[in-house]
């Protein structure tokens, strides 16, 4: 059969291969369209990659937020006590540590206790730390400082909610790295002499180089480090991490707790 064109008469199957040739891509245009598709891809991936950061960061400071509102109702139910920064949560990282603890009650779900940011598979069911100055009371006579720190001398150490000097400026609740995260509390040295710096706990840096704090008013902040003494320094272990006149140890140390007797940090 012949199909007839302005051109002539063109056999049927002639003018099947003449359109399919029209249809089909040649090599270097398929090697356009890959090009094009993998710098969209490089474009694309970045803003995919920071945007999940972003969800975890929101998603961690909504978690440290109940963990703070928690903190603040064991106080409200105890005339203002503390709840203990060694038992909060009973030691280790592990969930019977989370279930068994002093906030599990007004916390109960064990998620809330670990940064979304953690994708690390350490076995570690809880991430979030508490203020080693926090909730240092003594029971009985006995005292539960261990190893002697916190001991009252030159900064303070609180044991009532309206003890802390200054609510706005003195951390709760930190994301704790995984290779310092032993026990329920953060351990910060504090010094007024910034040359003498050491660091024993090492705050966890989930979020582009910055980490989840709690506050004693109830504000929650991801802080940004401005130097990458935290980011970089292997994790101290069973000694200290030498920081002299570090700034971003300073701040932490200067959120920690305060100085007694009335003296200023420097």
């Known amino acids: 059969m012949n199909i007839f064109t302005p051109q002539g008469l063109f056999p049927t ?26 710098i969209l891809a490089s474009l694309l991936l970045p803003v995919l990659a ?15 937020k109940q963990l703070q509102l928690g903190w603040h109702l064991y106080a ?5 006590k503390l709840v203990h920064n060694r038992n909060w949560v009973l030691g280790d990282a592990s969930l ?11 916390i109960d779900d ?19 730390c508490m203020n080693g100055y926090m909730g240092c009371w003594t029971d009985g006579g006995a005292a539960w400082f261990q190893t002697g720190w916190p001991r009252p001398g030159a900064f303070e150490i609180y044991k009532l909610i309206e003890e802390v000097s200054t ?3 003195t951390f709760v609740m ?4 995984e290779k310092t995260l032993q026990d329920g509390f953060f351990r910060t040295d504090c010094y007024t002499t910034y040359a003498n710096i ?18 004693v008013d109830g504000h929650v902040e991801i802080h940004k480090w401005v130097s990458t003494f935290f980011t970089d320094t292997p994790p101290p272990g069973n000694w200290k991490a030498p920081a002299p006149n570090n700034p971003d140890v300073i701040w932490l140390m200067q959120r920690s707790t305060n100085p007694t007797g009335g003296v200023a940090w420097p």
């Open 174 to 177: 930190v994301d704790e790295h």
């Open 13 to 38: 199957r002639r003018l099947r291969e003449v359109h399919a040739k029209c249809l089909a891509f040649t090599l270097i245009e398929l090697l356009v369209v890959i090009a094009i598709i993998g």
């Open 198 to 215: 050491t660091v024993s706990d090492f705050p966890a840096t989930y979020h582009n180089d910055a980490s989840a704090f709690s506050f």
């Open 96 to 106: 019977a540590s989370i279930t068994g603890g002093k906030l599990w009650p007004y």
């Open 110 to 128: 064990a998620t809330i206790y670990k940064c979304p940011g953690d994708k690390k598979d350490t076995g570690k069911a809880r991430s979030v």
């Open 76 to 80: 409200d139910d105890n005339a203002g």
């Open 167 to 169: 609510p706005s400026g």
């Open 50 to 64: 920071k945007g999940k950061l972003k969800a975890a960061g929101v998603k961690c400071m909504s978690n440290m």
